[in-house]
């Protein structure tokens, strides 16, 4: 019989129980249409709990949201990573990616996206996903400034509203989806508004990329399933 103690996975935090739970019961419900205690239920935790963490049901869709821009940050952070393939690849990518993603989690993401909508014309500012959304934001203009100084995009434009321009683009895109055609592909949706936004503004077609597609796989409700 062998001595050795065998692994254990370390234990998971309440915190972040209650946000599996949260999450779980969006995706089955396709609505916000649950309760503080079937939240607590499902993580095994108390109601009292659920209250000290997020303080409200409003402020558990919130800390949700905040994970779903927390898995774009991700996504940018590999796309930054990849210093060798062209920006304009990898932001065609970046919309193949999240249309990939949004199309396979369906409902879940129309919340989800009312409350993105909500921070982006500024209704919910000072939270926690407003702040993730920020750090997103300058993200992309990071590597937006890459294409720019590589020659890849265009130099007389500001690349802070280029990243205001590709996350309009973004949002517009994936909203019209969600709540107009959700029958449609996504995936070709965002790939049309890639080339749109691409269009003027890279200095090569990303279309003529013959090397290896990036890979931007995440492990969280941004990254292809």
């Known amino acids: 019989m ?3 103690t065998p692994l ?5 935090d309440s915190r972040t129980r209650i946000l599996r739970a949260t999450q779980l019961l969006l995706r089955e419900l396709s609505s916000a249409d649950f309760t503080v205690a079937e939240v607590a239920e499902r993580a095994g935790v108390s109601r009292g709990t659920v209250f000290n963490q ?11 949201t905040e994970a779903v821009y927390a ?3 991700a996504i940018l952070d590999k796309a ?3 210093k060798k393939t062209p920006v304009p690849v990898l932001v065609r990518k970046l919309f193949e990616v999240m249309g990939n993603a949004i199309q396979e989690g369906g409902t879940f993401y129309r919340i989800v996206f009312r409350e993105i909508s909500r921070i982006s014309v500024g209704l ?14 300058g993200l992309q203009v990071h590597l937006l400034t890459r294409g720019q100084a590589r020659g890849e995009l265009d130099p007389t434009l500001d690349p802070e509203h280029l990243a205001v321009a ?10 019209h989806w969600l709540y107009d055609d959700a029958s449609s592909s996504l995936r ?5 508004s890639s080339r749109v936004f691409l269009g003027p503004v890279a200095m090569q077609s990303a279309e003529e990329w013959t090397g290896p597609e990036p890979d931007l796989f995440v492990d969280g409700d941004f990254g292809p399933k």
């Not at 919910?124 to 934001?137: C, L, P, W, Y």
């Not at 590709?166 to 909203?175: A, H, K, P, Q, W």
């Not at 070709?188 to 049309?192: S, V």
């Open 166 to 175: 590709f996350d309009s683009l973004v949002l517009g895109t994936l909203t």
């Open 188 to 192: 070709e949706r965002m790939l049309a």
């Open 71 to 73: 898995g774009y940050e």
């Open 8 to 12: 254990k996975a370390p234990p998971v």
């Open 54 to 64: 997020f303080g409200s049901k409003r402020g558990l869709i919130e800390a949700v």
């Open 2 to 4: 062998s001595n050795v």
């Open 80 to 82: 930054l990573a990849d």
């Open 124 to 137: 919910d500012e000072g939270g926690a996903a407003e702040e993730t959304r920020r750090r997103a934001v």
